[in-house]
């Protein structure tokens, strides 16, 4: 594990907290998610739902899942097979550790969430990352070249880690994107685990497509895919880390072995408080997203009036922006110095890339924050220098 002792983003973060700047660096939200689901886990906690909950998780939670997956993606999930986790990170930690065997190949797309590579590693797996580069569309978006995508799988392929909508680049993967992932798993033999975190954050004007596209809807797609949310984004309770996995109930059965020396259980009071959220009614879900949207358009468009290159985000809560126009030359040099120059944390998007060159010049910006902070961190911005 040495190469993942420390992370930028930690490192980002802790000079942001020296340094007094803005951290839009780490994408946690600076406000809390709905009441009613606060005042639930709280009464859960005084009420005395404190000791292990059952293994696969509450059953009340395990029910909201699958109903949730009805409700908004129209997937008939069973209950049985469904199991909470300590988080989505813990999800896709016990699904790479239940189906790699040391040697084992890991197709995924880069940049990366953090966790990916150090989670393979873990399985003593090897971590075969394809490239997301901007596509000429208009507005670009980030995306995969087809042969490069074929070319990373092996034999050896046992699962395809796909995120979408995707963090750091904002992403949102379309159906054809999609089938094409499913067609060479299948093609391989290999499981999809389907990493949705961001399910409920796309936005309308996304330019891949309108909604989020669970690969699970796919035909065919189903009896190969675990499904992996959580609650820490949707409910706006990062560190609450209460997650879940659904898919065909071997596989869930081979995750589930994993989960239970990981973690065994977690998260008692917060399960079925989690559960009623998920029942909450649409316009919660939507009122997120549009919100998120305008706070992605308040930042987005001051990051362009300081210079920056933007990459328009489809989802998450994530901008992408390109610092060559000022005159970087590495995103990680500006990284360090920005808090000094601005006031204004960021993380370079090379620290999610096995190959720190994809990203050299790119800087990820989260807008999950109070409009008074985003109005205050552009301010900050417009005093960015014309060249650096
Ligand atoms: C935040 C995040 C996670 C982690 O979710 P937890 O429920 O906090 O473990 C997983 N994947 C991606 C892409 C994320 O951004």
Known sequence: MRPFTSTIFAEMSALALRTGAINLGQGFPDTDGPPSLLADAAANITGGVNQYPPGPGVPALRAAVAEHQSRFHGLSVDPEHVLVTTGATEAIAAAVLALCEPGDEVVTFQPYYDSYAATVALAGATLRAVPLRPTPLRPPTFGFDADELRAAFSPRTRVVLVN???NPTGAVFTAAQLTRIGEL????????????VY?????????GGPAHIPVATL?????????ISSAGKTFSV???KVGWVHGPPELVAAVRAAKQY???????????A??????????????LAAGLQRKRDLLSVGLGAAGLTVYPSAGTYFVITDAAPLGVTDGVDLCWRLPELVGVAAVPVSGFCADPELGRTLVRFAFCKRDEVLTEA??????????L
Not at 262 to 272: D, I, K, N, R
């Open 238 to 240: 990062t560190g609450w």
């Open 219 to 227: 035909p065919g797609m189903a009896e190969r895919t675990l499904t």
């Open 164 to 166: 979408s909508p995707h």
């Open 199 to 207: 399910e409920h954050m796309v936005f309308s004007d996304a330019p």
């Open 185 to 196: 798993a299948a093609e391989h033999d290999a499981v999809v685990v389907s990493d949705e």
């Open 262 to 272: 990981l973690s065994y259980v977690s998260g008692a009071p917060f399960q079925p």
């Open 378 to 387: 552009v301010d900050r911005l417009a005093g960015l220098p014309a060249h």
């Open 274 to 287: 989690i559960a009623a959220a998920l029942a909450l009614p649409d316009a919660f879900f939507t009122d």
